[in-house]
């Protein structure tokens, strides 16, 4: 089915409500957005659905399924070598992630491979747009728009920006035992930069309110963090609208490494569920997701990676609301996938004359190099 056709037979439906998305776990204002030069987004001209699709009369819905893929060509998805990568991408119907984190455990961050050290240039293409249950089971119109990251990205806009993984002292009961007993030196970790990678991302997609600033402290509590957004809409009479921010609990993470088959080089998939509470004056939003990635080295020096990811909407269970009934009907299973392939290279440095190496620099303003 082509994106205009879906939009015309959908023109009709609908209540009011505030369109907004998650990508990454980064909460985002959704919103018309300014066309990207390298050819990621163009301007739209279709007529805008309502702010809700979610019809009135619940027990004539139908649940048909719609993927949205790029005109003219169909996506053949590289090959999935994880477990947990199996289990969670590209399946056509997908439950929350249930391994929950235990809010009281200090090692609650999500670690990767070390192969991901450095910084990375990334290309992101957006290849196909799925709505298991239909578009009318989505809980905002800018999810059949576009997607969470761009309220009008659609499958083929590809999008570049930067990203950071470095090192750190994991805060793990060995790692403890480690340093209080004097048994040698604590054992690091890869992490995600997750305030650099927030900010670069906001700005690469061109969010109509993109994100300032990240608070977060992976040391203190990992599964925890707050983000701040620019000054965005205005009132009628011009008028700021009030600061917005959004609060990010993640709730479940998995993780796995593995091997490509054929070549024996390293893949490592991640997985993490996460709530985000959009706070502005007046509103409230709730909004559940997930993002699936899987990482693959695809060059001898590892320099080079490829990666398939999956963001996966869900609807947040209150009984006392429309979504929480639509919620229920699905069995609280995902209503939209977003599948995106992901060409990383990694950034190096001439650290001295002939020597290049991967650096990063960490939150804390300190250029790592391996």
Not at 15 to 38: L, R
Not at 101 to 122: I, K, Q, R, T
Not at 236 to 264: H, N, Q, Y
Not at 290 to 319: M, Q
């Amino acid at each position: 089915m082509t994106r205009s056709s879906l939009l015309k037979t959908l023109s009709s439906i609908g209540t009011s409500a505030t369109a907004m998305g998650i990508g990454f776990t980064i909460p985002t204002i959704s919103g018309a957005a300014e066309m990207q030069v390298d050819g990621g987004f163009e301007s739209s001209s279709y007529n805008m659905l309502p702010d809700k699709i979610i019809p009135g009369n619940l027990s004539s819905r139908r649940r048909d399924p719609v993927i949205i893929g790029e005109e003219g060509n169909v996506w053949k998805p590289p090959p999935i070598f994880t477990k947990l990568g199996k289990s969670r991408l590209l399946v056509s119907e997908l439950a929350p992630l249930s391994a929950s984190l235990n809010p009281f455990a200090s090692d609650n961050e999500l670690y990767y491979d070390s192969f991901l050290f450095g910084s990375w240039s990334v290309t992101a293409n957006l290849k196909r747009k799925v709505y298991p249950f239909g578009p009318q089971y989505l809980p905002s119109k800018s999810l059949l728009e576009g997607s969470p990251r761009n309220r009008i990205e659609q499958p083929g806009n590809i999008v570049s920006y930067e990203t950071h993984f470095f090192s750190t002292i994991a805060n793990t009961a060995s790692n403890r035992a480690t340093k209080e007993l004097g048994l040698g030196v604590p054992k690091t970790e890869i992490i995600a930069d997750r305030e650099f990678n927030a900010v670069n991302m906001s700005s690469a997609y061109k969010q109509l309110v993109p994100v300032r600033e990240l608070r977060w402290n992976p040391t203190k509590d990992p599964t925890r963090y707050t983000v701040l957004f620019d000054a965005g809409l205005l009132t009628e009479d011009m008028r700021p609208l009030g600061e917005r921010k959004g609060e990010v609990s993640i709730s479940a993470r998995r993780s796995e490494t593995g091997s490509d088959t054929d070549s024996g080089d390293p893949v490592f998939c991640s997985a993490e569920r996460s709530r985000s509470v959009m706070l502005s004056p007046g509103n409230v939003v709730i909004s559940d997701t997930e993002t699936v990635t899987e990482y693959r080295v695809v060059s001898k020096d590892g320099n080079h990676v490829k990666a398939i990811s999956r963001i996966a909407v869900y609807l947040t269970p209150n009984p006392n609301s429309r979504e929480g009934v639509l919620w229920q009907e699905t069995g609280g299973k995902a209503v939209a996938f977003f599948d995106y392939e992901m060409d990383m290279k990694r950034k190096l440095e001439e650290v001295q004359p002939g020597d290049f190496r991967s650096c990063v620099l960490t939150p804390k303003d300190v250029i790592q190099c391996y």
